[in-house]
Structure formats: structure tokens, C-alpha cells
């Protein structure tokens, strides 16, 4: 049986980027025969170098080590979602909420990301819309919808006549999940409060969720994208209903664009909603 070739360079990084693996966490590889075989006595012999701590000479025999309360333990789901619902209240201004979850770190996703994904556009604009996640271009450069994805949605909006001075755009997930992996139920429930506030303090006229994630989400419905998409829902931020209107998300039309014709009359409802409050009738 003749053995298999070995794969080239190009089809191993091929192989990577389909597993997920798109960037580098460190500038040196590191070799894990090494670590193991070579790094660890070496690490282990310190340690028996090392004189015994004040806690260990006068621990009794067969009594565990006392861990300090200062210790780093990460937020069980349930604590982080009600420490990210508690810090997100107390944000007066979006500049507030941002800085808040710069240092939030309550969900697991904010130490893999490379930045916060914030938003973009107009923070007074009447129109906001919602996606899920930041992908690979997003975490690089910061900001929400710059990718392929990101292009078309422009498009979308230059079709109704607006551009990203006149919307506010933002995503559930502020952190961008490995790998561009499904945000997990209970990192999404984490990051809900922050993007709650956010709403809240943009308080647009008309919100548009981007998607079966963030419409499932925000509107706390369980139909599929194409059951809700078109169909006006309102959506309650505690001190007034918004109108929120779910679509197609840009990635999905990339991957299927016969569906874009859809997407065409939820523009064109949303383009006539905006009139309206506009030019209010007498």
C-alpha cells in the first residue's frame, strides 16, 4: 500500500483556515514536544529549588492549600449575566457603555477577541440596525460590518438613499467568537444587556435586526428568518416601543443571492417608514 503524499504548504493552510484557524496568537511557533519533554522538569526542578512558602511549612499534613480571595476565578454564566446586566444600567452615555465593557470581563470571548467591536455611524441616527457577531475584518480594524458582508450591506443602504453617516450599526456579540463560531446561549445572554443599553441610549426611531440570531434575541421570537422578515414587531426598551423590522442578513445574500429580492422590499418598507416620520401627516 503506497503511503500518502504529504500535503503541501498551501493545502495545510487551506486545511487550517477551513478548521478556523485564520490568525496567529503568537509571533514564534511553539513547539509542544519541547514544552513537555524539555520546559516542564526544567520548571519542576525551580520549584524543588525554591525555599517552601510560609503557607506550605505551616500547613498540616493532608490539609489543601488555601487559595486567596484575590484569586482570578471566572464569572459562572449566571453571575456574569446579571454583573453585565447590573454594569450596563449604570451607563449614562455611549461613551460610558463602551469604556464599561472595554474592561467587562464577564464573557470569555472579550480574551480571545482582539478588540471590542463597538459600533459605527451616527449615534443620533433614526435608523439602527443589529447584527449578530464580528467576523476575522471586523476584530482587525474595530468596527461592525467591514468585511464582504459589510460592503453589500452598504449597498443595501445606498439603495434607499443613506450611507453610514445617516445609521447607527452595532452587533449582539461585541467580541468576535474564534474561529467565527455560533456565539454559544449563554454568551449571548452575557453580552444581551450591553447591547440592550445600547438601544436604549441610541433610542432610533426604527431598529432593524440583521439575521435569525439577533431577530430570535431582540424580539424574543422563535420563527426563523424567513417566517419574520417584513412583519413590523415592536420593541419594548423599557421606556418606549421602538418598530423593528427584521431582514436578511448581508452574509446570508452573499451565500444565497436570489434572496436579495426580498431583502429589496424590506428596504423599500423601511425607506417608506422613514419618510413617514419625516414628513408626519397633518
Request: with cysteine; hydrophobic share 45%.
Amino acid at each position: 500500500m503506497m503511503p500518502e503524499p504529504a500535503p503541501s504548504l498551501q493545502q495545510l493552510l487551506a486545511f487550517y483556515l477551513e478548521s478556523g484557524v485564520d490568525c496567529a496568537l503568537n509571533d514564534e511557533p511553539v513547539n509542544r514536544m519541547l514544552d513537555d519533554e524539555i520546559v516542564a522538569p526544567a520548571r519542576a526542578e525551580l520549584r524543588a529549588a525554591e525555599p517552601p512558602s510560609r503557607l506550605e511549612t505551616t500547613r498540616p499534613v493532608g490539609v489543601q492549600p488555601v487559595i486567596p480571595s484575590s484569586a482570578a476565578v471566572p464569572l459562572v454564566p449566571e453571575a456574569a449575566i446579571v454583573s453585565a446586566r447590573e454594569a450596563a444600567a449604570t451607563a449614562p452615555t455611549l461613551e460610558a457603555l463602551r469604556a464599561l465593557m472595554e474592561q467587562f470581563d464577564g464573557c470569555a470571548l472579550r480574551s480571545t477577541a482582539t478588540r471590542l467591536v463597538f459600533a459605527d455611524g451616527n449615534p443620533q441616527a433614526r435608523l439602527m440596525l443589529v447584527g449578530e457577531a464580528p467576523g476575522r475584518e471586523e476584530d482587525i480594524e474595530g468596527l461592525p460590518f467591514v468585511g464582504r458582508s459589510g460592503k453589500l450591506l452598504d449597498l443595501m443602504l445606498a439603495a434607499i438613499g443613506l450611507d453610514r453617516s445617516q445609521v447607527y450599526i452595532a452587533n449582539v456579540i461585541p467580541w468576535r467568537p474564534p474561529g467565527n463560531r455560533t456565539p454559544t446561549p449563554q454568551e449571548t445572554q452575557i453580552c444581551l444587556p450591553f447591547i440592550r443599553r445600547q438601544i436604549e441610549l441610541v433610542n432610533p426611531a426604527i431598529l432593524v435586526t440583521l439575521g435569525n440570531p439577533s431577530t430570535q434575541t431582540l424580539l424574543s421570537t422563535r420563527d426563523g428568518i424567513m417566517r419574520t422578515r417584513g412583519r413590523w414587531f415592536d420593541y419594548d426598551t423599557g421606556t418606549r416601543m421602538i418598530r423593528a423590522l427584521p431582514t436578511l442578513h448581508p452574509a446570508y445574500l452573499l451565500r444565497q443571492p436570489t434572496y436579495k429580492r426580498l431583502a429589496w422590499q424590506d428596504l423599500r418598507a423601511i425607506a417608506t417608514a422613514l419618510a413617514a416620520i419625516q414628513s408626519p401627516a397633518n
